[in-house]
């Protein structure tokens, strides 16, 4: 389980062996959500989401009704 806080918003993500950074968030995504602003009016399409921290990240910001998530990997969802 990895445990984080960004943006100010607590996180919890479940991960899988066989993931993309299982561990912790990796430094591009942490680099990347630094600079990104989520406005209440964006759509948000989490391409390749992973173990999903960008767009839940997205959903707690903005609703989750604005937000779509999809991967490949049946073990990262």
């Known amino acids: 389980m990895i445990t984080t806080e960004i943006k100010g918003i607590p996180l919890e993500f479940i991960t899988n ?7 912790g ?3 591009g995504t ?6 990104v602003e989520f406005l209440p009016t964006d759509k948000v399409l989490d391409l390749g ?3 999903g921290v ?6 707690k910001l903005i ?3 604005r937000v779509i998530m999809c991967d490949i990997s049946e073990d990262a969802l």
Not at 17 to 23: D, Q
Not at 30 to 35: A, N, T
Request: glycine share 14%; with cysteine; aromatic share 8%.
């Open 63 to 65: 609703g989750e009704h």
């Open 49 to 51: 989401c992973g173990y």
């Open 25 to 27: 968030v990796d430094k």
């Open 17 to 23: 062996s066989g993931v993309f950074s299982r561990s």
């Open 54 to 59: 960008v767009g839940i990240l997205a959903s």
């Open 30 to 35: 942490l680099s990347m959500l630094s600079k």
